[in-house]
């Protein structure tokens, strides 16, 4: 399984940005395709999960009115819609993959368990600044 992230780049507060996370390699049916961040001195932060069974996402509480998860099936392509960024957005976010059902997908994201998510990408750096 490989990931190819795109889209970061600088942005202003209040603009937005649109990230892809291409897949390859995946054949399991369920499975989970993770986003994450990760800014310097600070923890990796799950942002949100597509789930590839069910379709259905989860999305972190602090980004839940801002962010928006989709998927194209026909490219294989994950995406992270953010709007109204903020400085505090500001990180290198990538992309994962975690062979569960979406229930454990929600437990794992809810309590930061992210020990299984594997095949992680390189990233993208996403930079909000004035």
């Known amino acids: 399984v490989q990931f190819v992230e795109s889209g970061g780049g600088l942005v202003q507060p209040g603009g937005s940005l649109r990230l892809s996370c291409a897949a390859s390699g995946i054949t399991a049916d369920y499975y989970a395709i993770g986003w994450f961040r990760q800014a310097p001195g600070k923890e990796r932060e799950g942002v949100s999960a597509?789930?590839?069974?069910?379709?259905?996402?989860w999305v972190e509480d602090s980004v839940k009115d801002r962010f928006t998860i989709s998927r194209d099936d026909a490219k294989n392509t994950v995406f992270l819609q953010m709007n109204n960024l903020q400085p505090e957005d500001s990180a290198v976010y990538s992309c994962a993959v975690v062979f569960a059902g979406p229930d454990t997908v929600a437990a794992m994201m809810n309590t930061r368990y992210y020990g299984t998510f594997q095949s992680w990408g390189p990233g993208t750096q996403v930079t909000v600044s004035s």
């Open positions: 597509f789930n590839h069974h069910d379709r259905s996402t």
